[in-house]
């Protein structure tokens, strides 16, 4: 028998045994119990040694490995092995058949994922059916003055943010123009009720064309003059001003207002980006309150058409000036169709189209010289420094 | 071998920890940002486990499906919560006001008890599922107190313009202390509070001053002293950085275990402030980078890269390609700082921990209800986050 027979190789490990901080310098090695492969791992004042089944046996991944390697059960109990001899951790890879399995129950995976799943669920519900329900639930609770307030500032902001250089935008005023303009507000808002009066305004945005119509809280509208420039006939302006007088009828700026604050700042938390103004809240907030618009601009479309007929105007009239618009501007593809509050022009001119019931109660909006008049309001305008009261009831068109 | 003083050793390569960091940010990057709870996970159980007093390691024992199901629960309660009150705020802000930000302000106020709620059990996750020599840690479930005694903080700090700070900093970790527990034996916190002052007054003056200019300026409209922002700023960010670096080594030493036990650790400031800055710099060079990954990717799909194009995008498109965006800024984002921060500041600071009459640890003993595997499962499944 030579020397090295009688060297027994011992293997080193520290042992924590989960009842105490103790570390325990113990001895390794794999033994058969009974048949069954065993890590021993032998206490130094302890008779009895520990012995973990091979297959329960799992090594910690995911750790810096420098300084040798841990294993433990896979019933996740505390009890840790930490061995740092090399030629030890090889003889664990060999007997131990399942060292890199995970250690979570699958029941636990099916549990969190089904919490994930209507968690999901009910944030989706939210801002698809709630938030615009609530909006308008709250949007009605609102009282008139301060709708009217709400609008009369929205009125400045838009004179403000629509203009070309550091002055608001003026406000149209030729006097005969202004009558004709009356004249078309009076026809089409005939058998509506409104609990405020309707004021309109013309904005002059020769420097910056907008080329769109805005309804505000508490029944102010606005028309820029290059809508009025693009009309070929009056009827269109009116129809036109039937649909923004939809909006008011229903009452969706201020329900978007309330909207679109909620979703821009919920998305803000929910993507950790509260620094506000933050690209990613604004973009996300847009997302999700543009749905909503899309419908608002759809009911908006409804009631003008319903409200063309009421007072014999020809509906073609909407489909006419959507049609120009698409003609002249291209209709918005993609995203931009989407982040724009409008549906893509083909879809009101489908719907529009549709509605192709024979109009019998048909009358001109304005004579051909009321027609000029009003294409010419915007050759004189509202004094620079006229208060906003004072424009209020200069723009106010009458209740109803 | 484990004696009654115990130092600290760090192991652990950063490349390893850059390998793991980068594979993590691509599979968080394809899966929009699914992987990252996993990712996380493994992040953190890495850095854990590089730490190791008396050469003996720390483990962290958390799981990705928790972190992933107590982000869904906690966003779809911020959602709810928060999606009907500021609606219900701005609706008061515009009849009484007239302007939504009213709205905007008070929600945000109810959002700081909420806040100081999520940074407790941010921290009782990661502390309930730490584990040191086969013990555990334990944080008691105190989030309500927290998250009152934090918001009263909060207003004290804003009412005294900032000099409440250090006092709230020492009374929150205390609360915070005094609830967790290893193994047996419960954490005490008693100190000196006046230390931290004194490191707090070079961060106070350079903000105070940095505050002070910008409000004079913009209240008179003159804004000749804005050039002193040169002498002010830099002194308020390693004023900061100091301060913060101070009072974590003073509140380290301001912990007993067991009455007998006690901490010490020696920091840097000025390696800190070095660290923050060469690996912010880093970071934002790595998040480029990636970036530049993406957008040959997008390239090569041979779209063309013009405004025009973007816009006419398919909508689908556009949000896969914005969510993407997203996750490379800030989840990558992330793991980079994770691997060129987070890391260089454990491999400085932690070989500094030292631990006293380690041996009392030997009389403490294992909770009984951890020995078997943790029943109270529901109510560890909802991770918000350590800040890792």
């Not at chain 1, 058969?32 to 009895?48: F, V, Y």
């Not at chain 1, 709630?130 to 709400?150: V, W």
């Amino acid at each position: 028998m030579s020397y090295s027979d009688h060297i027994e190789t011992r293997y080193y490990a520290d042992y924590y045994d989960g009842e105490t901080p103790r570390q325990y310098i113990v001895d390794v090695e794999i033994v058969m119990d009974e048949g069954q492969p065993m890590l021993q791992i032998g206490l130094p004042h302890d008779d009895e040694a520990i012995l973990w089944p091979v297959g329960m046996v799992r090594l910690q991944k995911d750790i810096p490995l420098e300084d040798g390697a841990i294993f433990q059960l896979e019933d996740g109990s505390p009890p840790r092995l930490h061995i740092r001899d090399k030629d030890a951790i090889r003889m664990m890879r060999q007997a131990c058949p399942a060292l890199r399995l995970d250690i979570i129950p699958r029941k636990v995976i099916i549990k969190a994922s089904v919490v994930s799943v209507l968690s999901m669920l009910l944030i989706a519900a939210l801002f698809v059916f709630f938030m615009p329900g609530f909006s308008s639930l709250l949007a009605s609770r609102m009282s008139t003055e301060s709708k009217i307030t709400m609008g009369r500032a929205n009125l400045e902001q838009t004179r403000v943010i629509f203009s070309a250089n550091e002055m608001p935008l003026p406000i149209c005023a030729e006097p005969l123009g202004e009558a004709a303009l009356r004249k078309i507000v009076g026809r089409i808002a005939t058998g509506v009720s409104l609990p405020y009066d309707l004021r309109v305004a013309v904005f002059d945005d020769r420097q910056n064309p907008q080329l769109n119509a805005l309804a505000m809280p508490g029944g102010y509208i606005v028309l820029f003059d290059s809508v009025i420039k693009q009309a070929e006939r009056p009827e269109e302006i009116a129809a036109v001003f039937a649909h923004e007088l939809g909006h008011i009828v229903h009452d969706h700026a201020v329900a978007s207002a309330l909207q679109s604050a909620s979703a821009t700042l919920v998305f803000a938390l929910l993507t950790g980006d509260v620094s506000g103004g933050g690209l990613v809240s604004i973009v996300g907030g847009k997302l999700v309150t543009s749905t909503y618009s899309r419908n608002s601009e759809i009911e908006a479309d409804d009631f003008a058409r319903n409200q063309l007929r009421r007072v014999g105007v020809p509906v073609s009239a909407l489909t006419e000036f959507f049609r120009r618009m698409r003609d002249e501007y291209g209709d918005a593809e993609g995203i931009v169709a989407h982040l724009g509050t409008h549906p893509r022009f083909a879809e009101r001119i489908n719907a529009s189209v549709t509605d192709v019931t024979p109009q019998s109660n048909l009358r001109p909006v304005l004579s051909r010289a009321e027609w000029a008049a009003l294409r010419n309001i915007c050759s004189a305008h509202y004094r620079i420094d006229t208060p906003p009261s004072l424009i209020d009831r200069l723009i106010n068109f009458g209740a109803n | 071998m484990a004696g009654n003083v115990l130092t600290t050793n760090v192991v652990g390569a950063r490349a390893s920890l850059l390998r793991i960091a980068v594979s993590c940010s691509i599979l968080s990057i394809v899966t929009l940002g699914l992987y990252s709870f996993w990712g996380r996970t493994r992040i953190r159980r890495w850095l854990w486990s590089s730490v190791r007093p008396g050469g003996m390691p720390l483990e962290y024992l958390g799981v990705g499906m928790e972190k992933f199901t107590g982000f869904v629960v906690i966003a779809s309660i911020i959602a709810v919560y928060t999606g009907f009150l500021v609606m219900i705020f701005v609706f008061f802000s515009l009849q009484t006001f007239g302007v939504i930000w009213y709205g905007y302000a008070a929600t945000i106020i109810c959002m700081v008890p909420l806040y100081h709620l999520a940074r407790y059990r941010g921290r009782r996750y990661l502390v309930n599922h730490t584990l040191w020599r086969g013990i555990r840690f334990r944080m008691e479930s105190a989030w309500w107190s927290y998250a009152i005694i934090g918001t009263l903080w909060t207003a004290l700090i804003l009412l005294t313009l900032g000099l409440a700070e250090p006092l709230a900093r020492y009374s929150l970790e205390k609360f915070k202390m005094e609830r967790t527990t290893y193994g047996s034996s419960a954490f005490n916190f008693e100190g000196n509070i006046f230390g931290l002052y004194s490191d707090f007054t070079m961060f106070y003056s350079g903000a105070f001053a940095t505050g002070a200019i910008a409000f004079f300026s913009v209240y008179s409209a003159n804004w000749t002293w804005i050039g002193l922002w040169v002498v002010t700023l830099p002194v308020a960010v390693f004023g900061y950085i100091h301060y913060r670096v101070s009072a974590f080594k003073k509140l380290i030493s301001f912990l007993y275990l067991t009455d007998d036990i006690t901490f010490d650790i020696d920091v840097s400031s000025g390696r800190i402030f070095a660290i923050t800055v060469l690996g912010g710099l880093i970071k934002n060079a790595l998040i480029f980078g990636m970036l530049a990954i993406f957008t040959l990717f997008y390239l090569s799909t041979g779209r063309e890269f013009s405004l025009q194009a973007v816009e006419e995008l398919p909508l689908l498109v556009f949000i896969l390609g914005g969510a993407v965006l997203y996750i490379i800024f800030v989840v990558h984002g992330r793991y980079m700082s994770v691997v060129f921060n987070t890391f260089p500041i454990v491999q400085h600071a932690a070989p500094n921990l030292i631990i006293y009459q380690a041996l009392q640890l030997d009389n403490i003993s294992q909770l009984d209800e951890i020995k078997m595997r943790d029943a109270d499962g529901l109510a560890e499944m909802f991770d918000f986050g350590g800040g890792f």
